[in-house]
């Protein structure tokens, strides 16, 4: 069984970057898609990021386009999100999640396995 640890949140400013590390455990990540969701305060968890098992497709949301970049490296069994420009709304609890022979979708149902999270916090 697949399980996965966040790290890598903080306190950081507007306009600062911030990368978050998810380790997996139990499974290889090269059969493994990676996503992350996040969850504001008060707020529905959403979708941030995906990876598709073989690298070759990414989704993005579009609040994150062009400031986030996803990635996994096999030999550390680690995926990554890079966080840059980091915004105040950007502030939120940061869940990996991961699904066997993935394609990196946008929906939670899809993930079978994931982390307990990692907060980041974007001061203004």
């Known amino acids: 069984q697949v399980q996965l640890a966040e790290s890598g949140g903080g306190l950081v400013q507007t306009g600062d970057s911030l990368t978050l590390s998810c380790a997996a455990s139990?499974?290889?990540?090269?059969?493994?898609?990676v996503a992350w969701f996040r969850q504001a305060p008060g707020q529905e968890r959403e979708f941030v990021a995906g990876i598709a098992y073989t690298g070759g497709t990414r989704n993005f949301a579009d609040s994150v386009k062009g400031r986030f970049t996803i990635s996994k490296d096999e030999a550390k069994n680690t995926g990554y999100l890079q966080m840059n420009s980091l915004k105040p709304e950007d502030t939120a609890t940061y869940y990996c999640?991961?699904?066997?022979?993935?394609?990196?979708?946008?929906?939670?149902?899809?993930?079978?396995?994931w982390g307990q999270g990692t907060h980041v916090a974007v001061s203004s």
């Open positions: 999640a991961a699904q066997q022979y993935g394609v990196a979708s946008p929906l939670e149902r899809a993930y079978h396995a």
């Open positions: 139990g499974g290889p990540l090269g059969i493994l898609a």
